[in-house]
């Protein structure tokens, strides 16, 4: 999947989950310049711009819970999703644990490595 530049669209909800997606997401596009961390908010709120980035490279969307809001708010602009992750998911499987959601403690930080192994998995990194 990482032929080019990637879009990566992070549930941000004001739960441990949407902090572990926003932290992972960011790390990534901050390590990869072929990688762009979406703002999932603004596209909700429609802000002047982001329709044009999100429909310019393929988007791997990484929802917090099988609500699937990172789906539903994207498709809701007529962009496809290239392929989608669950955190929930992907920690339950590794065993990994959340906690607060606002501030990360030391299981948020292996949980936010979890999920970026499993991101970089998907995209063919490792």
């Given at each position: 999947?990482?032929?080019?530049?990637?879009?990566?669209?992070?549930?941000?909800?004001?739960?441990?989950?949407?902090?572990?997606?926003?932290?992972?997401?960011?790390?990534?596009?901050?390590?990869?310049?072929?990688?762009?961390?979406?703002?999932?908010?603004?596209?909700?709120?429609?802000?002047?711009?982001?329709?044009?980035?999100?429909?310019?490279?393929?988007?791997?969307?990484?929802?917090?819970?099988?609500?699937?809001?990172v789906n539903k708010i994207i498709e809701s602009k007529?962009?496809?999703?290239?392929?989608?992750?669950?955190?929930?998911?992907?920690?339950?499987?590794?065993?990994?644990?959340?906690?607060?959601?606002?501030?990360l403690d030391e299981n948020g930080e292996r949980a936010?490595?979890?999920?970026?192994?499993?991101?970089?998995?998907?995209?063919?990194?490792?």
């Amino acid at each position: 999947m990482m032929s080019k530049k990637i879009s990566i669209a992070s549930c941000n909800g004001m739960s441990a989950l949407g902090l572990i997606g926003r932290v992972s997401c960011e790390d990534l596009a901050s390590e990869n310049e072929d990688m762009i961390s979406i703002c999932i908010t603004a596209i909700a709120a429609n802000k002047s711009g982001f329709t044009n980035i999100i429909s310019k490279y393929p988007i791997l969307a990484i929802n917090g819970c099988s609500d699937s809001c990172v789906n539903k708010i994207i498709e809701s602009k007529d962009i496809n999703i290239e392929k989608t992750l669950y955190i929930d998911k992907i920690l339950s499987e590794s065993h990994a644990k959340t906690g607060d959601p606002s501030r990360l403690d030391e299981n948020g930080e292996r949980a936010v490595e979890k999920l970026k192994i499993a991101i970089k998995k998907e995209l063919n990194l490792i």
